[in-house]
């Protein structure tokens, strides 16, 4: 059941990030799809992306791109499609016909106890995942999630404008004893916070969203401690306590009824990047 809800907001998330199911795209057996995190490598008007190999992706529909409101975004998520004739592996680029992206907002990297303390958390998810389909880090330093949490939708299924700024900050706590359920582990703590608590009554549904961290200072931290890279980076996170039943929101939102979440989320990492500092030595 849990797969199915998580499986639904993936899908209520992809829409409501703005993706659409075709831009120019055509049916052609020759070309080949591609669906992945990428780095925003150029401004309005004429995009192009960085890929996790090092290839720089350059869109052929340039002018599908410019109503997309990119922010203050460094990452996207894209899903297009390229023919095996647009890859250079000399220049190390490739064009393509992008089908849809998504801009990922990035979160904050909590480094000391203050900054946790003062991120002032008060807001529980309702759930924490990673894309099934897509790396989940661009590279070593870089992790990105899919977080759900609960707001107030209007009856245009988008999210209220009086809900305002959601914010995000993800904790490594470098003095904490390692727990034997995870003592291979980076363990990492995300936190939400919301700038209008007197909305929760009001925040009924949920939305989703994708968010990048910077986790260089904390893997680096727990090398330093362990002299080795993590087996796996663990996402802990609070979430509502549905066995208090009901639908009084203010009261299932409140901070303070909040749980720690049954299963945290458990991403491999070593596996990934140990070769790399291997190499690197």
Same mark, same amino acid.
């Given at each position: 059941?849990?797969?199915?809800?998580?499986?639904?907001?993936?899908?209520?998330?992809?829409?409501?990030?703005?993706?659409?199911?075709?831009?120019?795209? =055509?049916?052609?057996?020759?070309?080949? +799809?591609?669906?992945?995190?990428?780095? $925003?490598?150029?401004?309005?008007?004429?995009? !192009?992306?960085?890929?996790? &190999?090092?290839?720089?992706?350059? +869109? $052929?529909?340039? #002018?599908? *791109?410019?109503?997309? /409101?990119?922010?203050?975004?460094?990452?996207? *998520?894209?899903?297009?499609?390229?023919?095996?004739?647009?890859?250079?592996?000399?220049?190390?680029?490739? =064009?393509?016909?992008? $089908? %849809? $992206?998504? +801009?990922?907002?990035? %979160? @904050?990297?909590?480094?000391?106890?203050?900054?946790?303390?003062?991120?002032?958390? &008060?807001?529980?998810?309702?759930?924490?995942?990673?894309?099934?389909?897509?790396?989940?880090?661009?590279?070593?330093?870089?992790?990105?999630?899919?977080?759900?949490?609960?707001?107030?939708?209007?009856?245009?299924?988008?999210?209220?404008?009086?809900?305002?700024?959601?914010?995000?900050?993800?904790?490594?706590?470098?003095?904490?004893?390692?727990?034997?359920?995870?003592?291979?582990?980076?363990?990492?703590?995300?936190?939400?916070?919301?700038? &209008?608590?007197?909305?929760?009554?009001? @925040?009924?549904?949920?939305?989703?969203?994708?968010?990048?961290?910077?986790?260089?200072?904390?893997?680096?931290?727990?090398?330093?401690?362990? /002299?080795?890279?993590?087996?796996?980076?663990?996402?802990?996170?609070?979430?509502?306590?549905? !066995?208090?039943? %009901?639908?009084?929101?203010?009261? *299932? *939102?409140?901070?303070? /009824?909040? #749980?720690?979440?049954?299963? +945290?989320?458990?991403?491999?990492?070593?596996?990934?990047?140990? #070769?790399?500092?291997?190499?690197?030595?």
């Amino acid at each position: 059941m849990k797969k199915m809800k998580w499986a639904a907001m993936f899908a209520a998330a992809m829409a409501m990030l703005g993706f659409t199911s075709c831009l120019n795209s =055509d049916d052609n057996n020759s070309t080949y +799809p591609g669906y992945e995190y990428v780095k $925003i490598k150029s401004a309005i008007g004429y995009y !192009s992306f960085s890929s996790t &190999n090092g290839f720089t992706i350059t +869109p $052929i529909n340039q #002018k599908d *791109l410019f109503n997309v /409101n990119f922010g203050n975004a460094n990452y996207a *998520l894209m899903s297009y499609q390229y023919s095996p004739d647009s890859v250079n592996t000399v220049t190390k680029s490739v =064009d393509v016909n992008v $089908i %849809g $992206i998504a +801009p990922v907002e990035t %979160g @904050r990297s909590l480094y000391n106890e203050n900054e946790m303390t003062n991120f002032n958390a &008060n807001a529980p998810f309702y759930a924490v995942g990673i894309d099934s389909y897509a790396f989940p880090y661009f590279d070593k330093n870089s992790l990105f999630l899919m977080v759900a949490y609960y707001a107030k939708i209007g009856t245009d299924n988008q999210v209220d404008a009086a809900e305002g700024i959601h914010d995000f900050g993800l904790y490594y706590d470098v003095n904490a004893d390692q727990e034997a359920l995870y003592s291979d582990d980076l363990v990492l703590t995300l936190y939400h916070k919301v700038y &209008n608590t007197a909305l929760n009554k009001e @925040r009924t549904k949920y939305t989703s969203k994708y968010l990048h961290f910077d986790i260089g200072y904390a893997v680096s931290q727990y090398q330093s401690k362990h /002299n080795s890279l993590p087996d796996k980076v663990v996402i802990k996170y609070k979430t509502v306590d549905t !066995s208090m039943g %009901g639908t009084d929101y203010e009261k *299932l *939102l409140d901070y303070a /009824n909040a #749980k720690d979440a049954t299963n +945290p989320l458990q991403i491999p990492y070593k596996q990934y990047f140990e #070769k790399d500092e291997s190499t690197n030595k």
